[in-house]
């Protein structure tokens, strides 16, 4: 292409990049690799400024790997994870077909657009108050309905069973993020070029081929964002499970991130423990999002048109 | 060639009804716990306390209210305000610089742009929990506490910004444009502020809202770095409400969060037209 | 160019607000700072409350308070970081929650605080005179040096309903209640026989297994850590098993303290009424008196069969502070002056802001004396008459810093085996994990 032309423009990558770099020098290098040395050292305790380096490095590395705790939190934050995220994208992608095809009419799609993003906004702190009220026991709002009609015999301890705890904590996050996921979508569609649409209205497809073949490749981009950003946010997981039940109950709820909180918080401030559950998730976070975009690396782009044309040639040869 | 969209199949009526209701429900479903905090800001400590969850408001508003301006540390303009600027600083940083790295990474073609395409995703990474303990010890040593800026000047670089942006911007920005400028005769930087910028206005606004409802609710940061009274940001002084856990006034606390939450659905409001609108990108046809 | 526009004028605002707030301290500059951090406003109220009495020191001092409430676990990072970082804006005064007092009373924190002694503070003197609760002074000694003390007296005391009592026993009369639950057994044996016999009549003896854990766990004979290893106590041992008894017999309505359930008990709207609560002065004017709708004034206190202390506030001196004489002034005021205009005093009466404010129990045994604890919410019941002598029991020996990690695991697997989930040895042994997982103490 016009190679020339940009190659001595390079020179204003590197100028526009400066503001990025410098913020992240200035702010996030010294406590990152603060947090990386430490995983290395025998710090804990407040107040304590001194370290020295373990005899055995990996000392901390092999206490967390084995720990009991840690392995419930890996299995946890996965699992729970895979419950919020599944139904977040189906229903995302749904609501974006809906909204942004031409075919469904959809009155006060702007109210239900601006609905659907607004339990975004409220703090995890209230949302994790309101559904404590929410599964109380013994008496609360859910088990008074499902005594009432009968449902269930007598009230339900949804904060002691193990697999209600986990399904609501994956449910509020599905809540709390399934309006965000669809206005990325929808403003990911927004961008598609509409003569794209026109086209494939002109031929005839039907609105699922549309948006099969033609929305969610033009999506590819932000889909692998979308993708990306669930993934690192799922095994980051904090404020809800540590709101909600303070990853109880025995464990149930334990997410990864709050595994290395209490590791650094829960009395006896093992900073060295923690840093070192944390390099371990960012060597987890790392391979998964290699993975990822190796995922969305196979669908090419050129096959993807040829997928489109192949098609438009096909209904030409039927019409 | 203009197609006339009217000529459509539309979707059949029931298909249409189903969809009304799955939407409604939706709505219905998250707009629930609003309509209860909403309501337990109306209620005093002793019905929140007995029933924490009710659709009946009570006739406490105006006692929480008393309740809310009788705390020595409630003063919900000021809280206001300095929630305001530490936000929007933030938002405007964030988002203005996130835009000008991505169109970095997109529009030229530099040696280090694979390396530092991948640090800003290794960065995008790193668990913040940990990276937080050494970030406000670093300010404490610094004396920067009691100080906006280190809530504000940091989100110059947020990647997750920068990535979305960049993906946004591989298949929507028109590389022409930018060459046609320039062969006008226009500056790096003014194709930028004035080409680019207008082009990516949704998803800016998009990422704007975000960013600012994220700085917004943000407690654990400015609790720990703002200890003057005079900085105190709304979610501060909201958790300040909750005291011992046995003097907590609960209908007051409602109130407070209501009126946290309120500013964030002013902005939300303001830019979600560009949500609701159609602002199409296809500017360049052929 | 709009959006620079913009950013200008945000950089503008930022860069004034810095600046106007750094000015405004500036001009205060005549008097000198004294600092104070809580986690409620109480404290900060009664040096208020100090300088309104005192308005030539008022003269000389500002205040300058921080507030952090203990939710979401924010005071503590807040109060290490400003004890450690030292300076002007290190508090002179701090406060800390029964909770977690021992960390900074004998714990990693306790070197930054000042011997009462070191600021002047006859101790020793004034110790005895105010008859100073035991328990108060064992938890803010550290190595038999007197670093902090509270202000109230939490020993705790069984707080029964009047009504529920008269169709379990045909009496309200608190002689009879207080044999019928054991008092001065020092064990649950009575109580339990009782449980069984009320459960007939229809009444529920507590409301959740969380009213008899405070009980249980002050009065055990070692804390949770012996020699840095976790050491389960006997007595706390047996609150597995207490628990499950009262699931067993349906004793309780199976609440949770301070959810809705247990609130709900208070007023008897349970699904059982519910004979009484475990807990100190504070629970009746706080959270019972609040919680109780028609039920005022149906209410009576008796001596429980075990004696324990749940919660309190201790006042701390920063080492470093540089207005000592003042520093010690008001501490002494606060927690060692048991005249009538002594913040104990005022305390214990209500009367720190004027007449009808509730009254609390103080760790001056002196001032509990001469104060007047009649509450119509008991029925004109003195309950100073039980809280003195119940402050005695209290044990201030046994705690950790980390107890409140501690107890939340233990309450936490409690919890499961009392509900089915698994049997009582799992549990035990989960506990362990969790502590070994969590704290830098070895478990075997």
Known sequence: MEKRKTFSYARYGYLFSIPFIVAFM??????????????????????????????????????????????????????????????????????????????????????????????????AATVAVLFQALFAYPTSPMNDILTKFGIIASPFNFEVSKTSAKLIVAFIQFWMWYGYTMIILISGVLGINPEIFEAAEIDGCTSAQTFFRIT????????????????????NMYDIPRLYLNGGPDNATLTTNVYIYNQAFAGSYM????????????????????????????????????????????????? | MKYNLSKVKRVSKPVLVIMYIVCIFFAILSLLPFVVMLVNATRNTYQVQQH????????????????LNSKDTFHPIRGFINSLI?????????????????????????KLRGAFFSLVLAFMMIPMQVTSIGFYQMMYRVHMTNNFLPLILPS??????????????????????????????????????????????????????????????????????????????????????????????????????????????????????????????????G | ????????????????????????????????????????????????KYFEMHPEEAAKYEVKTTIIATTDGLYQPALDEALKAGGADAPDIYCAESAFVLKYAQGDMADYAATYKSLGIDVDKLLKSADIAQYTIDIGSRKGELVALGYQATGGAFIYNRTAAKKAFGTDDPAVVAE??????????????TAAEIRKNGVAIVSGDGDIWHAVENSSDKGWIVDGKLYIDPKREAFIDLSKKLKDGDFHNDTRDWQEGWFADMKQAGAKPVLGFYGPAWLINYTIGQNCGDTYGDWGVCAPNIGFFWGGTWVFANKDTKNADIVAKIIKWITLDDSDTGLQYFWANGTLNGEGGTKDCVASGTVMAKSNGELEFLKGQNMFDVFVPANQYANGKNLTQYDETINTYWRDQVRQYTAGAKTREQAIKDFKTQVADNLDVIVE
Request: positive net charge.
């Open chain 1, 26 to 123: 200035l702010f996030w290098l010294y406590p990152i690799l603060y947090t990386a040395i430490i995983g290395f050292t025998d710090l804990k305790g407040i107040g304590t400024t001194k370290f020295h380096f373990l005899s055995e490095p990996f000392k901390n590395f092999k206490t967390v790997l084995t720990s009991a705790s840690f392995k419930t939190a890996l299995r946890n934050t996965v699992v729970i994870w895979i419950i919020n995220f599944i139904p977040q994208i189906v229903f995302a992608l749904l609501f974006t077909a809906w909204f942004t095809s031409p075919r469904c009419k959809i009155r006060g799609q702007g109210f239900f657009k601006i609905v659907f993003y607004m339990p975004n906004i409220m703090t």
């Open chain 1, 216 to 235: 969610i490749p033009c999506l590819r981009t932000i889909l692998l964002y979308t993708t990306i950003t669930a993934m690192i946010g799922g095994l």
């Open chain 1, 271 to 319: 900073y060295n423990r923690a840093a070192a559950a944390s390099l371990i998730m960012l060597i987890i976070i790392a391979v998964c999002s290699v993975a990822i975009f190796q995922m969305y690396k196979e669908k090419d782009p050129t096959k993807v048109d040829r997928k489109r044309r192949h098609l438009a040639a096909k209904k030409e040869v039927t019409e």
């Open chain 2, 52 to 67: 924490a969850f009710s659709f009946v408001p009570s006739k406490y508003l105006l006692d929480n209210l008393k309740i």
């Open chain 2, 86 to 110: 530490i936000s929007s600083g933030a938002t405007v940083c964030a988002v203005y610089f996130s835009t000008l790295t991505a169109y970095a990474l997109v529009a030229y073609t530099w």
């Open chain 2, 156 to 285: 110059i670089a947020s990647p997750s910004m920068v990535f979305f942006m960049r993906q946004y911007m591989i298949p929507s920005l028109p590389l022409e444009i930018v060459e046609s400028a320039r062969v006008d005769g226009c500056h790096e930087f003014r194709i930028f502020n004035q080409i680019v910028i207008p082009m990516m206005k949704p998803a800016m606004a998009t990422q704007g809202i975000f960013c600012f409802v994220a700085s917004w609710n943000q407690l654990f940061l400015p609790q720990i770095l703002l200890t003057n009274k005079q900085r105190y940001t709304m979610p501060i002084m909201v958790s300040l409400l909750k005291g011992d856990i046995y003097k907590t006034e609960y209908g007051a606390v409602y109130l407070g969060l209501t009126l946290t939450i309120l500013p964030l659905f002013v902005v939300y409001f303001l830019l979600s037209k560009y949500i609701i609108a159609g602002v199409a990108l296809g500017g360049v046809k």
């Open chain 3, 1 to 48: 160019m709009k959006k620079l526009v913009i950013a200008l004028m945000v950089l503008a605002l930022v860069t004034s607000a810095v600046f106007a707030g750094g000015a405004a301290e500036g001009a205060a500059g005549k008097k000198t700072v004294l600092n104070i951090m809580s986690f409620t406003d109480e404290v900060p109220g009664m040096v208020t």
């Open chain 3, 180 to 193: 019928k639950i054991g008092a001065g057994t020092n064990s649950w044996d009575k109580f339990f026989q």
